[in-house]
């Protein structure tokens, strides 16, 4: 009997307009996105092989002498994801950059083409397009599945046939699903043989299977639309109100939501201001200098000299302002995450967050994308740092002390050359795909959740109505 | 007969399911979105009295103006602080971000996303069955058995179910905006209540056109169903898809540096004016000019390049009546590119007048240094000939698409 609903399911709108509306927009839309990721994904691709050259070429300019390697500020960036067509997650607003070197490090930079106006405009990845277009195809789709049989008089006629309720649900489920997902599936292949067609973006065995999976979660994203349009119309008995009701819970789900997580996010988890961060070193400084542990005084004849206790507590002082610079700034920077991750859990109250969260994680962009690149930056200075530190532990000439006043500092560390070959290099790692699934699986479980509670609740619900 | 028929309409929208629902929606979004942006408005506000430059720095700093509360725009990046340096190098500062920049991801729910929006689309959830769905329930043939014209009927139809959406909205608003004036941080002045009742004006007029759009669909099709999707389709065209594409289009064919590229161009100038200088072709006093110089020509070739960009952006966007609302609403509250070219040039002007003072070995200008003064544009300024000319594109879309309703339900079989 199920196979008789999926298939009268789908010969009900499989000829309509509204499938063929659908259809124009969804493949509009993938088009469109496949157009414009292939030609951003370039520009942008070039401009940070441009920047990582730049960088490599200053590495090996300055390994000549690793006192100058010490001093040379590296610029590591986060190249554009080849998966951003999945969710581009206002990419543009995000830093995707960091300076760093032996001493300093700078906080989170942008090294792109980057605007306030133009950052404000949305991307059209097709998260967006299942959130803010498919999603409402599905409302438009299941709203009337039982309100507007009831009105028509035929859903009196389907249950006096030999099929159980449960049975109906599932029918009319699958066979809003394949409508919709049909020309979702067609333009997924259409966009990725059109971004297949430029020869600058390669996608790889793993980057398919993450498409693949992600295109299952979707297929679950759009069930879940589509269980929620029949709850709500399984709890009224008028089409119009099923609308009005799903226009409600869709803005309190899309919208409001996500909106009110950040507010919430902010009263709960206090972020200084950049001004207090400053205020705060600043005192941190002058504890350092007043601890009189350390010395600041100089003399520019002890250059070159077995350094005294005056250098070395000089270099300590030094040492000690850097680190607690560093150490506040990655606290604050620590504490910004901390707060967005909040933000980021509050919001997946709504299943359309959990969704576009999903979305960014497989695409690598976003929040996940940004703190994942930073974590990488923080363990390639330290490794940098090793590196260095050892490289002048093995030098007998060096004094072997370092910091970062290069007109004092210079007759105290090692001038050695460096082998460039041996340098580490910053790479950044995308996730690979068991990593996306381990952290997503949870997200995807509550995703399926939503699906089965709504099924649950549209079952509870079409037992008690009244069909005539 | 057409107040009788407005009447009709409007009783018989007031005491329907859709209308407590508009009602319960606008009341909610006009008042979370209130309270979240209230919040923001105050955390910057609080920033920009913590760093007020003292006397002699040469910082120019702008006040957050409370028309940001309703159509937030760029003030945050127009609010930040902009330090004249040695060379008039202008470090633009981000201690201003009250709020934690990651958030930029997440959407800001203005007043002006609201209407854009949200009411967008409840106007033309409001139409889409005002045709087809007398229609469907067989009562458009009663009406017409009447004595009534078509154009009456439709006239008197569109104006009932306009005035049904737009009370509750107006409503809501006014129930909002009483409650922000209560807080004693922010002060609206006569010019703000002005500029507040002409976005007004304009929110009505733009929530018309939808309605409109709404209506003419709905007169254009035969089944309510086919009417839904055409009018989320037509939603989903109007607000995100064409403004997107107008600006994808724009970024194709007007290139803008990257900052690093900037950056380095800037390095450049300096490098090269120190380099002149060790090589004793450029006298001393004279490099500072020349870095200067090099400078402006710098900015004002990125200006150029941002202009026609957003030029070509604006031009192609404004198609669409969403982005023509926003221009709008951002350029009346002096939250959009209109009052960013005004910071703009006001900093440069800052600049050229403190431009000589001594530096310091930091290149900080030391000195005597006059204070930044910065007044908002005036109303006259922010309606100028681009806002007039976004507003009269609102108004022929709701006369196309009044008209195309209009024509279409002439035509329109009933039975």
């Given at each position: 009997?199920?196979h ?101 490090e ?17 991307s ?39 099929v ?19 020309p ?40 879940m ?56 070193l ?20 002890w ?51 959990l ?5 960014e ?20 200075r330290a ?61 995807i ?24 | ?5 407005i ?18 929606l ?25 760093l ?8 120019a ?142 929110s009505i007029i ?63 100038i ?62 009346l ?11 703009k ?71």
């Amino acid at each position: 009997m199920l196979h008789y609903l999926i298939d009268k399911e789908l010969k009900e709108h499989i000829t309509t307009p509204k499938m063929l509306i659908t259809s124009g927009i969804i493949l509009l839309v993938m088009i469109i996105n496949g157009l414009v990721f292939n030609s951003q994904f370039i520009q942008q691709q070039q401009k940070m092989n441009q920047e990582i050259i730049t960088n490599s070429n200053g590495l090996q300019d300055n390994a000549g002498s690793l006192f100058k390697l010490l001093f040379f500020k590296q610029k590591l960036v986060k190249p554009p994801s080849k998966l951003g067509f999945i969710a581009i997650a206002k990419e543009e607003v995000l830093p995707n950059g960091i300076k760093t070197n032996y001493y300093k490090e700078t906080e989170p930079e942008h090294y792109k083409s980057q605007n306030n106006y133009f950052s404000r405009f949305r991307s059209l990845d097709w998260t967006f397009l299942l959130i803010y277009v498919i999603s409402f195809v599905c409302l438009a789709f299941s709203y009337n599945a039982f309100s507007g049989e009831k009105v028509k008089g035929t859903l009196k006629l389907i249950l006096s046939n030999n099929v159980s309720r449960g049975t109906v649900i599932l029918g009319k489920l699958i066979g809003l699903h394949i409508c919709i997902s049909m020309p979702f599936f067609i333009g997924i292949l259409i966009n990725i043989i059109i971004i297949q067609l430029n020869p600058g973006i390669a996608l790889t065995g793993g980057d398919y299977l993450i498409i693949l999976i992600f295109t299952l979660v979707a297929f679950v994203f759009i069930a879940m639309n589509l269980l929620l349009g029949l709850f709500i119309s399984s709890l009224t008995s008028k089409p119009a109100h099923t609308l009005n009701l799903l226009l409600i819970v869709w803005i309190m789900l899309v919208i409001i939501i996500p909106s009110v997580s950040w507010v919430f996010s902010q009263k709960i988890i206090d972020v200084a201001s950049e001004e207090e961060i400053a205020i705060r070193l600043s005192n941190e400084i002058d504890k350092i200098y007043e601890s009189g542990n350390y010395s600041w005084s100089w003399n520019g004849a002890w250059a070159g000299q077995q350094p005294n206790d005056t250098v070395k507590r000089r270099a300590a002082g030094i040492q000690a302002t850097d680190a607690h610079r560093i150490m506040l700034y990655r606290e604050y920077l620590d504490q910004k995450f901390k707060q967005t991750s909040l933000a980021i859990k509050l919001s997946k109250i709504s299943p359309f967050s959990l969704f576009r969260f999903i979305g960014e994680r497989f695409s690598d962009n976003g929040y996940f994308g940004f703190k994942r690149f930073i974590d990488q930056t923080r363990i390639y200075r330290a490794t940098m740092n090793s590196f260095m530190t050892q490289k002048d532990q093995q030098d007998p000439d060096s004094f072997h002390l370092l910091w970062s006043e290069p007109w004092a500092s210079g007759t105290f560390s090692s001038h050695k050359p460096v082998a460039f070959e041996e340098i580490p290099q910053f790479k950044y790692q995308p996730p690979e795909l068991a990593e996306i699934w381990n952290r997503s699986i949870l997200d995807i479980s509550l995703l399926i959740a939503w699906c089965i509670l709504l099924f649950a609740g549209t079952f509870i619900a079409f037992i008690r109505y009244d069909v005539r | 007969m057409l107040k009788t028929i407005i009447i009709k309409e409007i009783q018989a929208t007031i005491s329907s399911f859709k209308f407590a629902v508009i009602t319960i929606l606008s009341t909610t979004l006009i008042l979370t979105s209130f309270f979240i942006m209230t919040n923001d408005y105050l955390a910057r506000l609080e920033n920009y009295e913590i760093l007020q430059p003292q006397d002699n720095d040469p910082t120019a700093l702008i006040k957050p103006t409370p028309l940001s509360i309703f159509a937030k725009g760029l003030d945050e990046n127009l609010c930040r602080s902009y330090q004249i340096h040695f060379g008039g190098q202008i470090i633009v500062g981000s201690k201003q971000q009250s709020v934690n920049s990651i958030f930029q991801f997440f959407t800001t729910p203005d007043l002006l996303f609201v209407i854009k929006v949200i009411m967008g689309l409840a106007a033309m959830l409001f139409a889409f069955d005002a045709i087809v769905g007398e229609k469907e329930s067989g009562s458009l043939k009663l009406a017409l058995s009447n004595s009534v014209s078509r154009p009456i009927w439709i006239l008197g139809k569109w104006l009932g179910g306009f005035i049904s959406l737009i009370v509750p909205f107006i409503l809501a608003l006014l129930i909002g905006f009483t409650i922000i004036q209560i807080h004693p941080d922010i002060v609206f002045s006569s010019t703000h209540l002005h500029i507040i009742t002409l976005m007004l004006i304009i929110s009505i007029i733009y929530l018309a056109v939808f309605y409109s759009i709404g209506f003419m669909i709905s007169s254009l099709t035969q089944q309510t169903s086919a009417s839904l999707v055409l009018s989320l389709f037509t939603w989903t065209l109007v607000v995100f898809i064409l403004p997107n594409l107008g600006n994808i289009l724009a970024k194709q064919l007007a290139p803008l540096p990257s900052v690093s590229q900037l950056e380095q161009q800037k390095d450049q100038i300096w490098i090269k004016e120190v380099f002149e200088r060790i090589q004793g072709r450029t006298d001393p006093g004279m490099i500072e000019k020349n870095i200067n110089n090099g400078n402006n020509r710098l900015m004002e070739n990125y200006r150029m390049k941002f202009n026609r960009r957003t030029i070509m952006s604006k031009n192609i966007t404004r198609l669409s009546p969403a982005s023509a609302f926003t221009f709008i609403a951002i350029d009346l509250a002096g939250t959009g590119l209109l009052e960013e070219r005004h910071v703009k040039q006001a900093i440069l002007t800052y600049k050229d007048l403190i431009f000589g003072n001594d530096t310091d070995s930091d290149g900080n200008i030391t000195g005597i240094t006059p204070a930044f003064s910065f007044h908002r544009l005036s109303i006259s300024s922010r309606l100028n000939s681009e806002t007039l000319a976004n507003i009269g594109i609102l108004i022929i879309f709701n006369f196309i698409f009044f008209s195309a309703a209009y024509v279409a339900f002439l035509k329109y079989d009933i039975r």
